[in-house]
């Protein structure tokens, strides 16, 4: 099987614009969890989705959004982009509901603000 | 609420000694314990995961980690460093719904 995806892998924005980064599960997994990395504050969840609810979602700021597609796929954006949000995205996918199973990560999408 | 605490940020062994690197957790339920390596420009790869099976959870690479209830703890171990085990390693816990919540971190250096 294919592993998780996302694209694009190196992104650079400019403060007060926005950002769509976007992430394909593993073949049939239906969850899918976004996470924020920055040597600051590590690695932070954002939010969980699975079958196109958000049902779980992190510490952050109204900016962040997500949603999550019929097929899995899920994007996360960011809007009126600050310094601090650069960092690491990465975004996981679970076959499971609960939260016993393991996550598979992509590879990031590594997002640079100036 | 679930946390977890990992000891040491950075590490350092020789090839072929062994290593420990340090996971206490938190947690008011039985916890879901996982450790996950990332490898420079990379995401996590998953290492092993503990769920209550067996308290000796052996993983990929070598690996293996020890759930201890009484001191809290999930401590990562291999018997012999490998040049190509650098890298970083996170513990984490289930905070429910596919929520990971991860420590610090701890970079491991193997010198040969």
């Known amino acids: 099987k294919a592993g998780v995806t996302q694209t694009p892998r190196y992104l650079i924005k400019t403060r007060g614009q926005q950002v769509t980064l976007s992430c394909s599960p593993i073949?049939?997994?239906?969850?899918v969890s976004w996470y924020q990395q920055t040597p600051g504050q590590g690695l932070q969840f954002l939010f969980e989705?699975?079958?196109?609810?958000?049902?779980n979602k992190g510490n952050f700021p109204g900016r962040f959004s997500g949603r999550q597609f019929s097929n899995s796929r899920s994007e996360m954006n960011v809007s009126t982009l600050e310094l601090g949000d650069s960092a690491l995205y990465l975004c996981?996918?679970?076959?499971?509901?609960?939260?016993?199973?393991?996550?598979?990560f992509g590879p990031g999408t590594r997002l640079t603000v100036t | 609420a679930q946390s977890v605490t990992q000891l040491g940020s950075h590490v350092s062994v020789s090839e072929g000694a062994l290593v420990l690197l340090r996971c206490n957790y938190s947690?008011?339920?039985?916890?879901?314990l996982f450790w996950y390596v990332q490898y420079p420009n990379q995401g996590l790869q998953l290492l092993l995961k503990?769920?209550?099976?067996?308290?000796l959870v052996k993983g990929i690479n070598g690996f293996e980690a020890e759930f201890k209830k009484s001191e809290t703890s999930f401590h990562l171990t291999k018997p012999s460093a490998h040049m190509s085990d650098a890298a970083e390693y996170f513990c984490?816990?289930?905070?429910?719904?596919?929520?990971?919540?991860f420590g610090a971190g701890t970079r491991l250096a193997v010198h040969p």
């Open positions: 073949s049939g997994h239906r969850s």
């Open positions: 989705y699975f079958s196109e609810t958000q049902r």
């Open positions: 947690s008011s339920v039985p916890p879901y």
């Open positions: 996981a996918s679970s076959s499971r509901l609960a939260g016993g199973d393991e996550q598979y």
């Open positions: 984490a816990v289930s905070g429910g719904y596919n929520k990971l919540i």
């Open positions: 503990y769920t209550s099976a067996a308290t």
